[in-house]
């Protein structure tokens, strides 16, 4: 599963990507993202506009876990139905690559996926308050698509298309969880 991204693009370049306004105050993240990081992420403001926000990627463990659990795979498991219940819950992830890692143990390499058409495109991600006003993220995975599927068979990031965007962050839940496909094979590359 993803584990690594990286989100590289400027203050600027995200503005327009996503038609919102960065706040001048808004401490920016390391572009290459690991687990227990924070990374940027687009939510609904209470005012229904988009926000850019910062947040810790990876929500606290379950019980007899340690690690923080960075992916969704399984949408109907009761640890995420009641954030994905909740549009006011979801975000956007940007992103500019991801990475799986391609080989036998002890030789992998990192191969990393992005668009064709553009630097930047958003994972179906969904958040939550923690302690001390901060908020942690994680993002939906879904089965791989055949450019991802020889490297990584398990599953992909659910990566959503601009016009897709609404409806992950307003739609009731059925719908919005219908958004969890392989991305087309054809807009993405890999190095």
Sequence with gaps: MC?????????????EHY????????????PELFPK???????????????LDRMLWGFPPPPKSRAPVTNVRNLASPFWRSA???????C???VT????WEGETGAKQERWFSL????????????????EGRRAYAFL???????????????????????DYDRWLGAETSDACSLAQPFPSQLMKVA
Excluded at 116 to 131: C, E, K, M, N, V
């Design 92 to 94: 956007l992830v940007p």
């Design 84 to 90: 994905l219940a909740r549009p006011d819950r979801r």
């Design 3 to 15: 584990n690594r991204y990286r989100m590289s693009e400027k203050e600027r370049a995200i503005a």
């Design 19 to 30: 038609g919102l306004i960065v706040p001048p105050d808004l401490a920016w993240p390391q």
């Design 116 to 131: 064709h058409a553009s630097p930047i495109f958003s994972f179906a991600g969904i958040w939550r308050p923690l302690d």
């Design 37 to 51: 990081r924070e990374g940027l992420v687009v939510r609904r403001g209470e005012d229904g506009s988009l926000l």
């Design 141 to 163: 995975t879904c089965e791989p698509n055949p450019l991802v599927a020889p490297i990584h068979p398990k599953a992909m990031p659910v990566m959503l298309q601009p016009e």
């Design 97 to 100: 690559e991801f990475c799986e």
